[in-house]
């Protein structure tokens, strides 16, 4: 059993026995890449080969950054706002006959570039242009299999970020999912400007959940920095918590329990009733 | 840029030089492992070397047979049910020092083997044994993948099923989820014997989103058999769902537009107020 992905120049190269590929008959794609939270053992083949392929790269820096350098590629690095621009530039590119990848961290389509690509490519100038995306393992999945199964059941995904929905939606998702003793899987939990989320956020769900709720924090997980926390509602350092952190908050059937490299958590699958 | 998994028997065989491994040094371990949804593509390199370097594979049958044969292991194939039970036939291969890998489809994170292995891990003869949770894309992420991004803005991951847990609490739990405007991914919607869930469900959802509220509806999602339906609320051909099923209810804001190969499907990150 092997699996061997050649390299991306070569893989690129690959056409059919006689074909001359020219600009004019060559039809554009964007392929919207999920690396996974980091590193090769989480990138899957179908990721792997979307980047070997593409003719330019575009996305976050820090993202791009994660992709290894293929000298056949274009690169186009930006920051992490205005979605919209980053979708058109690479749509661009497609319309121009260009095979472009979007990368995100994470799944693109949780919290990332593929809805704003999906919605712009909806404009009529885009109407030919193919777009696919690729999924990735999210930040979520990563933290909780650090630390055995938190999201064992039903659960909810979260962003506290307030840059794009009012705070009162975010409080009244809060609640409705502590109220249903949903496990909470929280994104964007703060940034160096957003530092109230966090506390706002532990008052609305200490109104449905004990103190004592288990809480896992994991910062910059699969890194080399990795910090993975085990904590409680009550317990949990506000402070410490910074953009590259994913918290997820266990339900009233979360337990924790000892292993021999650390603390476990886990959500059983019955609910009591 | 190249990946390459050498086969599994080479990988179980590297040990240290003048290494010998006897049965009385040798620790077992349990690796829970994510298959994904399907297919080779969705493998992450993580899950292929650990499925690689096990000596026991160990799940549900159909799960097992999507792992390519090797001599050197051994296989024990179950049924769906009584999760523990398979758990402490794998801890207990391990106590024996066995390396053991339990496979799921999906993540095993997410209603599957990970909370019932992490769980009877707890008991203290179990004490010395390593587990390891190998993430896995799940069902929802590929059905997503393969529209757009539906889960792009926050959303609800719930089970439908009523085996392990009172019917009362999944109608609450859709309810919370549907007044607070999630996007809400459906596990387990239906089998042969369970036949009114959705029904019920839609009943439940309606009480807080229109009869036009997007449906995705992936049946053996990755597989030959793929099919990828995208209807409404309203429309939503109930008879249809079999477990084989795994249905994505938009919010309020998820739209659906028109692509070159068929309806596509978003949520924007964006939320008006």
Redesign the interface.
């Known amino acids: 059993?092997?699996?061997?992905?050649?390299?991306?120049a070569e893989a690129a190269a690959t056409v059919a026995p006689g074909h001359v590929e020219t600009s004019a008959v060559r039809t554009g794609r964007v392929d919207v890449v999920g690396l996974?939270p980091a590193g090769?053992?989480?990138?899957?083949?179908?990721a792997?080969?979307a980047?070997?392929a593409a003719d330019h790269l575009v996305g976050y820096g820090p993202y791009l950054d994660r992709v290894?350098h293929?000298p056949r590629q274009h690169r186009h690095a930006s920051d992490n706002r205005v979605?919209s621009e980053r979708a058109e530039f690479a749509l661009d590119l497609a319309l121009r006959g260009e095979r472009v990848a979007v990368v995100s961290s994470g799944?693109?389509?949780?919290?990332?570039m593929?809805?704003?690509v999906?919605?712009v490519?909806?404009e009529p100038r885009y109407?030919?242009?193919?777009?696919t995306?690729?999924?990735?393992?999210?930040a979520a999945?990563?933290v909780?299999?650090?630390v055995?199964?938190?999201?064992?059941?039903?659960?909810?995904?979260?962003?506290l970020s307030d840059r794009?929905?009012?705070w009162?939606?975010v409080a009244?998702?809060l609640?409705?999912?502590a109220?249903?003793?949903?496990v909470i899987a929280i994104y964007n939990p703060a940034s160096r400007s957003r530092r109230t989320q966090v506390e706002d956020a532990r008052a609305v769900l200490l109104r449905h959940r004990s103190a004592d709720t288990p809480v896992v924090v994991g910062r910059a997980v699969g890194s080399d920095e990795q910090q993975i926390t085990v904590t409680t509602l009550g317990e949990l350092d506000v402070d410490a918590i910074d953009m590259r952190c994913l918290l997820i908050v266990g339900s009233s059937q979360t337990?924790v329990?000892?292993?021999?490299?650390g603390k476990?958590?886990?959500?059983?699958?019955?609910?009591p009733?």
């Open positions: 059993m092997s699996i061997v992905i050649v390299p991306g996974g090769r053992d989480w990138l899957t083949p179908q792997h080969a980047l070997a290894p293929n979605e799944d693109p389509g949780v919290f990332a593929a809805s704003a999906i919605e490519a909806a109407a030919g242009v193919d777009v995306v690729i999924p990735g393992l999210t999945q990563a909780a299999s650090q055995g199964a938190p999201l064992g059941h039903d659960f909810a995904t979260i962003s794009l929905k009012p009162e939606v009244d998702r609640d409705a999912a109220r249903a003793d949903l337990q329990v000892d292993g021999p490299s476990r958590v886990f959500t059983p699958r019955r609910y009733g």
